[in-house]
């Protein structure tokens, strides 16, 4: 999605003389034997600010910060978000990429660029799918409430789903203040199964895929209204069942 910026281009001599960032990321390449070939991204509002270089399932975003001179990078695998992290050096930023993109591990990658972060979900998933979504369970059932408020009232949901083997081997994820569920762990190659909503202390709302119907009490049938978080656990299995057979 484009942002809006107010560059201090004064700031960036290297991405003005090469015309964009992706020549000036391009030229980097050239002059430091990187035989990588950096892209323009997609939309049309990045195309100065922004570029992508791919190699196989593996991709590295790279834009300008606004402020201070930074670049700041984002690195994929399969369409999950593995790492990120900002320098204001363009080396070290084409560095990274050509390392991330040449399949170092993320320790390693951390390890001798230390501007670039990551977590345990994305360490996770370096060894696998089913060890991502462990990981990514273990990540929203141990979140402090003061550094997790928009999962403080979905908490006793999860509690209760943690306790079902058909949920606890899907991905959970949230948008906005609801509960997705999906069967891969990159948001490309599933969508969601169900989705949940809380709706006051210990009540949640359940819906399939189609999340407009959260807005309404009782969207399953057989649901009267907001059910609790037990009670709510067979309704998301249902709803998981009839888009299975859809």
Request: aromatic fraction near 8%; avoid cysteine; proline fraction near 6%.
């Amino acid at each position: 999605m484009p942002e809006t910026y107010e560059l201090d281009h004064s700031r960036y001599p290297d991405v003005t003389a090469a015309g964009d960032l992706r020549g000036a990321l391009q030229d980097t390449f050239d002059s430091t034997g990187i035989p990588l070939r950096a892209q323009h991204v997609e939309s049309p509002g990045w195309v100065t600010t922004h570029a992508v270089v791919r190699v196989d399932d593996r991709e590295a975003y790279i834009h300008l910060v606004a402020g201070d001179r930074a670049f700041g990078l984002s690195f994929w695998l399969q369409d999950f978000q593995m790492a990120g992290g900002r320098t204001a050096n363009l080396r070290e930023a084409a560095s990274a990429i050509a390392l991330f993109l040449a399949g170092t591990g993320l320790r390693d990658l951390s390890a001798s660029r230390p501007f670039v972060r990551f977590g345990p979900v994305a360490e996770a998933f370096e060894r696998g799918a089913a060890e991502a979504i462990a990981a990514r369970w273990r990540q929203l059932l141990d979140a402090p409430p003061a550094r997790a408020r928009h999962l403080h009232r979905l908490q006793a949901f999860l509690v209760a789903a943690a306790d079902e083997p058909r949920l606890r081997a899907l991905y959970p994820f949230t948008s906005h203040h609801d509960l997705g569920f999906r069967q891969s762990v990159p948001s490309s190659r599933s969508r969601a199964l169900a989705w949940v909503r809380p709706y006051g202390e210990d009540r949640y709302l359940i819906s399939g895929p189609d999340r407009r119907l959260l807005h309404t009490a009782g969207s399953l049938a057989g649901a009267l209204g907001p059910a609790t978080a037990r009670e709510s656990v067979p309704l998301v299995l249902a709803a998981m069942t009839r888009e299975a057979r859809a």
